[in-house]
Nanobody, 132 residues
Framework: QVQLAESGGGSVQAGDSLRLSCASP????????MGWFRQAPGKEREFVAV????????WYSDSVRGRFTVSRDNSNNAVYLQMDSLKSEDTAVYYC?????????????????????????WGRGTQVTVSS
């Protein structure tokens, strides 16, 4: 079982920045592909960004590409989401998720998914509110 905990959410103005963190006490996150997803009121949970085991591969939704940056520090067992130029439409609960455990021979390029249903492990989320 992988337990995840997000932090760093808050209320900001449009154009501001926030940095979200995701940690897993006692668990090596470097063994998993890590994703960030978000869910706004009345909407389905949606893909934001994913980062591969090594951190060398990243993927973003069209709505955040160029504004958000996902990164990881496997030595400190943490994953981050740097959010710049925030917009009111970024308001949501943000979740980190983990799955696709490391497997020898698996390609980092292909071993990931933008679908929330493909991730088994989730944090409880952190609220991000952006006022225009």
């Amino acid at each position: 079982q992988v337990q995840l905990a997000e932090s760093g959410g808050g209320s900001v103005q449009a154009g501001d920045s926030l940095r979200l963190s995701c940690a897993s006490p006692g668990r090596t996150l470097g063994s998993y592909v890590m994703g960030w997803f978000r869910q706004a009121p009345g909407k389905e949970r949606e893909f934001v960004a994913v980062i591969s085991w090594s951190g060398e591969r990243t993927w973003y939704s069209d709505s955040v590409r160029g504004r958000f940056t996902v990164s990881r520090d496997n030595s400190n067992n943490a994953v981050y989401l740097q959010m710049d130029s925030l917009k009111s439409e970024d308001t949501a609960v943000y979740y980190c998720a983990a799955d696709f455990p490391f497997a020898e021979g698996k390609s980092e390029v292909a071993y990931w998914s933008p679908s929330p249903s493909d991730y088994r492990y989730w944090g409880r989320g952190t609220q991000v509110t952006v006022s225009s």
